[in-house]
Each structure stands twice: as C-alpha cells, then as structure tokens.
Nanobody, 132 residues
Framework: HVQLVESGGGSVQTGGSLRLSCVMSGYVYVHNSMAWFRQAPGKEREGVAALYITTGRTYYADSVKGRFTVSQDNAKNTIYLQMNNLKPEDAAMYYC??????????????????????????WGQGTQVTVS
C-alpha cells in the first residue's frame, strides 16, 4: 500500500519561506517521477514543480521559477519543496504526486512535464499553505 504524506505547511507573511516535505512509504518499485501541485479554493489544480528521479532533472512552473526549489533525499524516501519569497497568490493546498512509470524527458518543457504528472498514480492528502 503506497502512501504519500505531506507536511510543512503553515501560515506565513508575504516574503516568507516554507519547506514542504513529502514522505513516501510502501513503495515497491523505484519511483521515477515526483511532482508538487497546488489547488486554491475555486481554482483548478496546477503543477508547481516536478523532479525526474533518474536524471535529477527539475521542472518549474513560470509562476514559481526562481523562488521554489524541489529536491530529494532518497535515503529518507522524501522529496522537498523549498518555497521562498512567498506571495499571497501562492496560498493553496499543496499536494505531492509520484509515479513509477511516467518518464520526464530532457526535451520536455515544464508545462509538458507537469501535464504528464497530472496523471500520476499516487497522491498525498495535501498540506495547507497560507500567505498573508
């Protein structure tokens, strides 16, 4: 039984920072692709950042590029999302997603990679981020 559990959300002021964590358990296969998504009330879920484990390649939505960083700690089965210079428009529920089979190629744009990860097999329950 695969589980993804997010943590690290909270309430910060504009310009502040948070680091989200996503711990994976019950993962039988070597995961290939991970991603962070967010969804604000009344809005569609949007991709924020993706990470292709095999190559370490990262992909970022334009809205967060230069402010957010996705990273991994394989020994802890954890991925992180470091969020700096937070803005009110970053407020949302943040979800991590993982899939053992989705391949994110070097030639993919961030939009293509995040679109591919919308079909990820495994999702966490989310952690809330509030920015005031």
């Amino acid at each position: 039984h695969v589980q993804l559990v997010e943590s690290g959300g909270g309430s910060v002021q504009t310009g502040g920072s948070l680091r989200l964590s996503c711990v994976m358990s019950g993962y039988v296969y070597v995961h290939n692709s991970m991603a962070w998504f967010r969804q604000a009330p009344g809005k569609e879920r949007e991709g924020v950042a993706a990470l292709y484990i095999t190559t370490g390649r990262t992909y970022y939505a334009d809205s967060v590029k230069g402010r957010f960083t996705v990273s991994q700690d394989n020994a802890k089965n954890t991925i992180y999302l470091q969020m700096n210079n937070l803005k009110p428009e970053d407020a949302a529920m943040y979800y991590c997603a993982a899939d053992p089979l989705i391949v994110l190629t070097e030639r993919m744009t961030a939009r293509q990679a995040l679109s591919a990860m919308m079909g990820a097999r495994y999702w966490g329950q989310g952690t809330q981020v509030t920015v005031s």
